[in-house]
């Protein structure tokens, strides 16, 4: 489960700005195994700051039980006048540990073979809380007029329901491009259906509906991604713009008007950017899109089925029109 640290890695540290400190840094919070590459980050404000070596100390008895001189210097980054890179993957003992640059500490933090024990369940419910159209954790629905249909001159301004999926798994604010709300992510999910297979054996604490969790979350992406890709040969990749950003809020509170109530445009795929104005996106082509479609629904097809064999028959079949693509239907 290593690929799970780059979604911790990074998390902000030590913040105390009010006693003017002007260095943090920045560790994975979670924890890293022992065998795990290990990486923290020292960005400090001050650009004449230099950093030689470091220490992890132990917690518990204060005591320092590893030295490093292992540090690469990076320039200016954002607000940082200096950024420093401190690998200690060489240390590996059990333990909950601190590290220190000069007088700069880090948050604790536990080095243990057991650190991502749970992460999936963590993810899952954190995509379970993300969820548009209905969302069980907020017991309300958000965005459930999407949408009018953009950029397909046969279909202007037409309805098509495109109502599910999820809100940006990475902020806090409403993102629905096709590489945040979103295509990707449901690959990803469905990927995870794949690699999670001896998981969803052992484990067998289900929803109401007796089925494994991972595999529901996976299917209510691909529910979403059929909608997105309705017919042969069509295919919708982005719902609204970033006109979307413009506060953070409440999803069940966004008030956010394209001119059609609370109906947003749905963009079809065309190869071109998209968006009005200084609202577009950064699309160059077809071709990666199909794939990301075609390998969700192949993926789809294989893991859903034991439990969604309907579903299954219909997702094994949408990759076949797609591999044909580009389409002229809408050229």
């Known amino acids: 489960m290593k690929h799970i640290t780059s979604l911790f890695i990074l998390v902000v540290g030590l913040v105390t700005a009010a006693n003017g400190q002007q260095s943090w840094i920045r560790i994975n919070q979670v924890g890293y195994t022992l065998d795990a590459v290990k990486v923290a980050v020292l960005g400090s404000k001050a650009e004449d700051l230099s950093v030689t070596s470091f220490e992890i100390v132990d917690v518990l008895t204060g005591k320092t039980v590893h030295k490093s001189n292992k540090i690469r210097s990076f320039g200016a980054y954002a607000s940082f006048g200096k950024i420093f890179r401190l690998d200690f993957s060489d240390f590996s003992e059990n333990g909950t540990f601190f590290i220190r640059a000069g007088k700069v500490e880090s948050p604790p933090f536990p080095i243990d073979e057991t650190v991502y024990n749970g992460a999936a369940d963590f993810l899952l419910k954190y995509m379970r809380q993300q969820r548009c159209g209905y969302n069980p954790f907020l017991r309300d629905s958000c965005h459930t007029q999407d949408g009018f249909i953009v950029d397909f001159p046969a279909r202007d301004s037409m309805h098509i329901d495109v109502t599910g999926g999820w809100r940006c798994l990475g902020l806090s604010a409403i993102c629905h491009h096709i590489g945040e709300r979103n295509l990707s992510n449901d690959v990803r999910v469905?990927?995870?259906?794949?690699?999670?297979?001896?998981?969803?054996?052992?484990?067998?604490?289900?929803?109401?509906?007796?089925?494994?969790d991972v595999l529901d979350e996976a299917k209510w992406g691909l529910d979403w991604l059929d909608k997105m890709n309705p017919e042969d040969g069509i295919m919708f990749n982005q719902i609204a713009d970033d006109r979307d950003h413009t506060k953070f809020t409440l999803p069940t509170l966004d008030s956010v008007s394209y001119g059609k109530g609370r109906e947003r445009p749905v963009y079809l795929v065309t190869g071109k950017p998209q968006g009005l104005g200084k609202y577009k996106n950064r699309s160059t082509g077809v071709s990666s899109t199909a794939a990301k479609y075609a390998s969700a629904f192949a993926l789809g097809a294989d893991v859903m089925t034991k439990f969604y064999p309907g579903f299954s028959q219909k997702s094994l079949q949408k990759p076949k029109p797609l591999s044909h693509l580009p389409n002229p239907i809408w050229v």
Not at 190 to 212: D, E, H, L, M, V
């Open 190 to 212: 469905s990927a995870k259906s794949c690699r999670f297979r001896r998981y969803i054996r052992q484990k067998r604490r289900s929803g109401a509906n007796g089925i494994p």
